[in-house]
């Protein structure tokens, strides 16, 4: 079987080693398109491949009409909305994530972007200590479970979380406080910390009357997705309440001037949650034995669109 890897951001090359080293040890040819600038050089490199390893590359109806033989592809990471599931669907072709492989490094850099923020992004002026405060998570995946682990043990915060497919049992195993539901969360905690997915039902759901309910000083942090945020209602929340605080790794868009709430927000200039050295190995590694497995015995663990 021929496996390509479809990057424009290029794994790291120990990434690539590994992910050579199980694909070409199953038997199989591994082929590479790193860098590349325009769509035709994808659409050209799909023609004769049985499977692919992407990262933030898009793949969508067009890209599939030209992988006459592709079967798989594994998105490295955990979000999935770049691969458009219903024409994989209608293509017959199986759609993969990598759940959990980004999920400490996603979970350092939220505490570290919350530092940064409780610290009044470190301008010189006192800010706030993260001990006794309430954290919420809102979902309780890979990510936000890593998130709680190093906010309990590292900065003794009282870590709540809402998760609508996640029993109460399994939240309060973890030693989490569980709450019914989403509006419960932002009125408790002085911390909200987004983990949620793009879907139909989150997408514009961190809207101006829930982020409105979170106490006075309440920060809001945001290393999901964008399409989560109301922008145009949080940028009129944040100015009608200037105690509130929005920190992001994801870029807003281009006319939601959030720059204007200076000492207040704070966003990475790129996403920033997976960009570690061990994360991009990780993921890379497990697509690779992902698609290993699809071949060797139909395993489909991980599918995302059935």
Do not use: W
């Not at 890209?63 to 979000?79: H, M």
């Not at 989560?228 to 929005?246: C, F, G, Q, S, T």
């Not at 050295?277 to 599918?303: H, M, S, V």
């Amino acid at each position: 079987m021929k496996v390509l890897v479809a990057t424009e951001k290029p794994f790291a090359a120990a990434a690539v080693n590994g992910i050579r080293a199980e694909v070409e040890g199953a038997g199989h040819e591994l082929v590479l398109l790193e860098k590349y600038t325009e769509k035709a050089q994808l659409l050209e490199a799909v023609k004769d491949v049985d499977a692919m390893i992407i990262r933030s590359d898009k793949v969508d109806a067009e890209v599939l009409d030209a992988a006459k033989q592709l079967k798989i592809v594994v998105r490295a990471g955990a979000g999935y909305d770049n691969i458009d599931l219903a024409a994989a669907t209608a293509h017959n072709v199986v759609a993969e994530n990598t759940p959990g492989q980004n999920a400490n490094a996603v979970a350092e850099l939220v505490c570290g972007l919350l530092v940064y923020g409780v610290r009044n992004f470190y301008n010189g002026k006192a800010g706030t200590e993260l001990m006794g405060k309430k954290l919420g998570l809102l979902a309780f995946g890979n990510v936000g479970r890593n998130v709680a682990r190093i906010a309990k043990g590292g900065f003794g915060m009282d870590v709540y979380a809402y998760d609508a497919y996640c029993p109460k049992e399994v939240i309060e195993a973890a030693g989490v406080h569980a709450v019914d539901s989403q509006d419960a969360l932002f009125e408790t905690c002085d911390v909200v910390s987004l983990h949620i997915p793009a879907t139909p039902e989150t997408k514009q759901s961190i809207n101006y009357a829930l982020v409105n309910k979170m106490r006075k000083g309440g920060i809001l942090l945001n290393t999901a997705r964008k399409e989560v945020i109301n922008e145009p209602e949080l940028l009129k929340l944040m100015a009608e309440r200037e105690d509130l605080k929005y920190i992001t790794d994801i870029k807003p868009d281009a006319d939601a001037d959030f720059a204007a709430f200076e000492g207040r927000y704070f966003a990475t200039p790129k996403k920033m949650g997976a960009q570690t050295a061990e994360a991009n190995t990780n993921a890379g590694i497990a697509a690779a034995k992902q698609i290993n497995a699809y071949f060797k015995d139909g395993c489909t663990k991980f599918q995302v669109n059935k």
